[in-house]
């Protein structure tokens, strides 16, 4: 089955971390750069980061930069992101998928809320 779970979301607060995880069907992950988006209520879905398909590289938004960090584990088909410093403006429903993205492969996303 072709399919992208995300999962590790949840309520922290302000300046706090959480790591996000995603795991992909072999077809989806294997040779493709990744990447995490997220969407807020009434506002499109926006990139976030990306990850070549061997990992050497990536790349983050500007309003993440130095605070997300994503990786991946190609024998285990999954990506990561580690976010640090939290701020109540990431605050989103967070979907990993292929870079750019596939509509197909979009996935139910996990909750992160960022509040005190």
């Known amino acids: 089955q072709v399919q992208l779970v995300e999962s590790g979301g949840g309520l922290v607060q302000p300046g706090g971390s959480l790591r996000l995880s995603c795991a992909a069907s072999g077809s989806i992950f294997s040779g493709a750069d990744m990447g995490w988006y997220r969407q807020t209520p009434g506002k499109e879905r926006e990139f976030v980061a990306s990850i070549s398909s061997s990992g050497e590289y990536t790349y983050y938004v500007s309003t993440v930069k130095g605070r997300f960090t994503i990786s991946r584990d190609n024998d285990k088909n999954t990506v990561s992101l580690q976010m640090n410093s939290l701020r109540p403006e990431d605050t989103a429903l967070y979907y990993c998928?292929?870079?750019?993205?596939?509509?197909?492969?979009w996935g139910q996303g996990t909750q992160v809320t960022v509040s005190s």
């Open positions: 998928n292929r870079n750019p993205p596939v509509g197909r492969y």
